[in-house]
């Protein structure tokens, strides 16, 4: 078994590294504080690929693998976690989903879109009522002719307010349960799209979530995804692509905390030593990075899996479930190691913290981890 990345995924490392540490980085702090949507950043991400990462070169993309995927993100995730979902969400939830699942047309209209950053994309799945369980969706697509008139609304949406291709799933058939959601490409300016309420949130304040509002709004056949009633079973499958996305960008925030806390621990100095000397802090760092470490090769593994053709919602799951985990508990004893000085906004770890609490939450919570993972490990 070889755990070794080859000299492109290498080369994707790092370039994206370089790229996070010398325009991420000096300007992840302010739009934090300032809760400013990093527009200047994915512009320039767009120039280097990586906001078409998985879409097809005949698109304008930039054709990589998931393992390059994931290491792209974990490298962004580690210096702005907020810009590291919106191009998760973007390529895993919106652009992947039309890849797989698209027209032809479909795929000439909108992946350049996607791929070049012309329009950022947003994954229109939960609702009030709906989250786990995206069978209780309320939102509808009645067939009208040539088209669809869809009406519902969607919440806690990444990119929603900021968003110009919107992936919607709607029922288009009541009697049949899940099998009765369906999926469409939505632009942001057909009439009867509503960009809500813009959530204010504990962490990943660069990233606006919001709610979306459909009123009567009039969608061209041509842009529903792939079959009628087909939009649970892509909704599944995007969220296997994504919480590979978010186990890397776990990895990321926990990579973060632990070079925030060797840093802070070799400089900060207590009995008239620097405190990395002391046996209770190397413990917490042995930990941080032993397992920091054992999440990322997780979800390497997952991607690797998606790359072999091979099923892989149980590695996906494993994965998101652990580094998620592992995140929230560096981002604790990052702060534990910084003592107060960990508690205030001038030190990085302060922010880290509140951006690893929705690795557990958002594209599935750890409990829903669990029950996809026992029910694979049961079959």
Not at 25 to 43: F, G, H, N, Q, T
Not at 141 to 155: H, L, P, R, V
């Amino acid at each position: 078994m070889n755990f070794e990345l080859t000299d492109n995924q290498k080369m994707v490392r790092n370039m994206v590294r370089d790229f996070a540490e010398n325009e991420i980085e000096p300007v992840a702090d302010e739009l934090d504080e300032k809760k400013e949507y990093p527009d200047e950043i994915l512009d320039k991400m767009s120039d280097l690929g990586l906001l078409g990462i998985m879409i097809p070169e005949e698109y304008d993309g930039a054709g990589m693998d998931t393992v390059s995927f994931a290491i792209a993100i974990e490298e962004i995730s580690r210096k702005c976690a907020a810009t590291g979902v919106i191009t998760e969400v973007h390529n895993s939830l919106v652009a992947s989903p039309i890849v797989h699942y698209g027209t032809e047309e479909q795929k000439k209209k909108y992946l350049p879109m996607l791929a070049t950053g012309k329009k950022i994309g947003a994954f229109g799945g939960t609702e009030p009522d709906a989250g786990t369980d995206l069978g209780a969706m309320q939102t509808t697509a009645e067939k009208d002719g040539d088209s669809y008139i869809i009406n519902g609304q969607k919440t806690f949406i990444t990119s929603g307010s900021e968003a110009g291709i919107v992936i919607v799933f709607a029922v288009t058939d009541k009697s049949k349960g899940r099998k009765g959601i369906s999926a469409f490409i939505v632009e942001s300016d057909t009439e009867g799209f509503q960009v809500g309420d813009v959530f204010d949130k504990l962490g990943l304040h660069a990233n606006k979530v919001s709610e979306l509002f459909f009123e009567d709004m009039e969608v061209p056949k041509e842009n529903l995804l792939g079959e009628e009633g087909k939009g649970y079973k892509i909704a599944l499958s995007a969220l296997d692509h994504g919480r590979i996305g978010i186990g890397a960008q776990a990895v990321g925030i926990a990579q973060a905390v632990l070079d925030e806390s060797i840093e802070y621990s070799q400089q900060r100095e207590q009995f008239g030593k620097p405190i990395s000397n002391f046996q209770a802090i190397q413990w917490k760092l042995a930990e941080i990075g032993t397992r920091t470490e054992a999440a990322r090769l997780l979800v390497y593994n997952a991607a690797d899996a998606a790359d072999r053709g091979e099923r892989f919602t149980k590695e996906a799951s494993m994965a998101k479930l652990f580094a998620s985990e592992v995140a929230m508990n560096a981002a604790t004893e990052g702060i534990q190691i910084h003592g107060g000085y960990g508690y205030i906004d001038e030190y990085k770890v302060e922010q880290l913290f509140r951006d690893a609490k929705i690795t557990e939450i958002y594209e599935g919570t750890s409990e829903a981890q669990k029950m996809v993972i026992a029910r694979c490990l049961l079959k």
